[in-house]
């Protein structure tokens, strides 16, 4: 069926008073928008379901959530009575429609027998995740699309180890989902008949106290060894972060912080910040002012699901300085290995997890430790899934990341948790400071001791169909002519990870490694519509290791972008 017959198709089934209804019909005159809104279905994967809001095949609203509900619920059935009674959690974010998603799969789960817990009100995506394994559900359901612009909303889709789904998963629910018809195969009930039925379980929250215990136990110093009174400044980019994060530092002891005002509440639009996500600087905008009004010297954000998490802190000039999701990790590792070590806690098989984009500092930094470094693909359905095969092979796993700013520093909770690594860099800051140092001073010490890295990690936006297209044209280009030499460095080696690489599975992703020290890669994005690049050196000095990044950086984006 073209994309014509489906507007069509749409329009003759939807009510008048639908307003997905009249929405179609102020861009019947638009063929690319009616293109883009119908040229595919959704598509479904281990990150579950993300588009913009909006009618069509290609969006997010109630016909297209409900369909890939009834298709998971299907699933579920078909692993029997004692899944179903396992039943689903369910979360939301702040986002429009996001509360009206939630209840809609609720009332669909809840009309296949499947028991249904959900919280009475938003919550970060690494609680529910959490809630997975505390409560024994079989599968979790979170509506959000995470730091994506306030147009987009998603469904993001947990299995029952309290990890995103695995591609077996997920291709055993797409399967399922592609086979209900959207208009006449989705099964409904009431939410709110539903929560009096007892088929929808309202958490109370006592739950919430046991996911921030959870993250409150992982305190590697306490009391006297921290300096509490530290001014800290954090901002919630009007997501779902702001309670456990301000309640987090008060049960700390976090005596002298400050939240963003403006940024404080839930906000669908993200009027103040417009891009919600705190791995771009301009998300610190309103976080620098009141750094500087309050002489903060950490500045911390998270992301509206509160997954994510970033930092500025102050250089030797006083001046506040945007880490990448690289640098705090580096700051991590360091702590967490440092205060093992120092605590005679340090495992004798202790294992830390990274993407394969994700900079070799931080190996480099773990085996000075004897601790080992493994690689995955990226996501932390990938990061956290490796946490079962460590336990099997006997290791302790201390902690996982990836550079885009996502840090899994608790097993139990098994996706990045934006508020777990706020306790622990603000822990970290809060211990330096007792010792007369920053935190800026001790990524100087880390850069001197283990190398002096650079990291860049830009990318292409590439919309719609065109969008799509172009960037299988670069990959494929690219992989048909990798350069001997790069930047004046010849090319050590390749890695094309799309028939996967040793006991790595298949991904769209290109390493190149120099023999300068330097390394980069390529990979399109799974959740936004752009290509990403990732460029490393290892240099005598950081200027030096800034300076080779950027000239690789610019022959490679020559390249790249020559590709129509």
């Given amino acids: ?231 800290l400044v954090y901002t919630p980019l009007n997501g779902c972060g702001s309670i456990p994060f301000r309640q987090m530092l008060n049960d700390r002891g976090f005596s002298n912080w400050t939240i963003v005002p403006e940024q404080e509440n839930p906000d669908p639009d993200f009027t103040t910040v417009g891009y919600p996500n705190p791995e771009d600087p301009k998300a610190f905008k309103l976080s620098e002012e009141y750094g500087r009004k309050f002489g903060a010297e950490l500045l911390m954000a998270t992301d509206p699901d509160a997954d994510r998490f970033a930092i500025e802190i102050r250089d030797s000039q006083g001046n506040y300085v945007p880490l990448n999701g690289n640098q705090t990790g580096y700051l991590l590792v360091n702590y967490v290995l440092e205060g093992h070590k120092d605590a005679g806690t340090l495992p004798a098989k202790g294992a830390m997890v990274k993407s394969i984009v994700t900079s070799t500092l931080s190996t480099i930094m773990a085996k000075a430790y004897g601790v080992e470094m493994f690689e995955t693909l990226t996501g932390f359905k990938n990061i956290c899934g490796k946490i079962p095969y460590l336990h099997d092979n006997g290791y302790t796993y201390l902690f996982g990341y990836e550079e885009s700013v996502g840090y899994a520093i608790c097993e139990d909770i098994r996706d990045k948790d934006g508020i777990s690594a706020g306790m622990m860099v603000a822990e970290a800051a809060a211990y330096y400071r007792k010792q007369g140092k920053t935190l800026w001073d001790v990524l100087q010490e880390i850069y001197a001791k283990y190398g002096f890295f650079a990291e860049d990690e830009p990318n292409i936006i590439l919309e719609g169909i065109p969008g799509a297209q172009r960037i299988q044209r670069m990959m494929k280009w690219f992989r048909e002519n990798i350069p001997t030499e790069v930047a004046g460095s010849k090319v050590e080696k390749v890695i094309d990870y799309i028939n996967g690489y040793e006991d790595i599975p298949p991904q769209n992703a290109i390493r190149i490694f120099l023999e300068n020290g330097s390394w980069f890669a390529i990979r399109p994005s799974g959740t936004e519509p752009k290509i990403k690049f990732y460029f490393y050196s290892n240099q005598d000095s950081r200027e030096n290791a800034l300076k080779v990044n950027a000239s690789i950086k610019e022959e490679i984006f020559a390249l790249i972008n020559s590709v129509e």
């Fill in 1 to 231: 069926m073209d994309y014509n017959s489906r507007y069509n198709e749409w329009l003759e089934h939807l009510l008048d008073s639908d307003p997905l209804k009249a929405e179609l019909l102020s861009i019947k005159d638009d063929e690319k928008d009616k293109e883009d809104r119908f040229y595919q279905d959704l598509s479904f994967g281990t990150a579950g379901l993300r588009g913009k809001v909006g009618a069509g095949t290609n969006r997010m609203n109630f016909f297209t959530v409900g369909k890939a509900t009834q298709g998971v619920a299907d699933f579920i059935v078909s692993k029997g009575k004692e899944a179903m009674e396992k039943g689903v959690v369910i979360a939301h974010d702040p986002r429009h429609f996001s509360k009206e998603f939630s209840q809609l799969a609720a009332g669909i789960f809840a009309a296949n027998g499947i028991k249904v817990y959900v919280f009475p009100d938003l919550r970060p995506t690494p609680e529910l995740a959490f809630m997975i394994r505390r409560l024994g559900t079989v599968s979790g359901i979170n509506i959000t699309a995470s730091h994506n612009p306030k147009e987009y909303n998603g469904y993001k889709a947990y299995w029952d180890d309290g990890c995103q789904v695995s591609s077996e998963i997920a291709d055993g629910m797409y399967e399922r989902i592609k086979a209900v018809d959207i208009w006449s195969g989705v099964k409904k009930s009431d939410f709110e008949e539903g929560v009096k039925s007892g088929k929808i379980i309202v958490l109370g929250e006592e739950f919430d106290r046991e996911y921030l215990d959870k993250i409150e136990s992982l305190a590697i110093h306490e009391g006297d060894e921290l300096d509490l009174t530290i001014p």
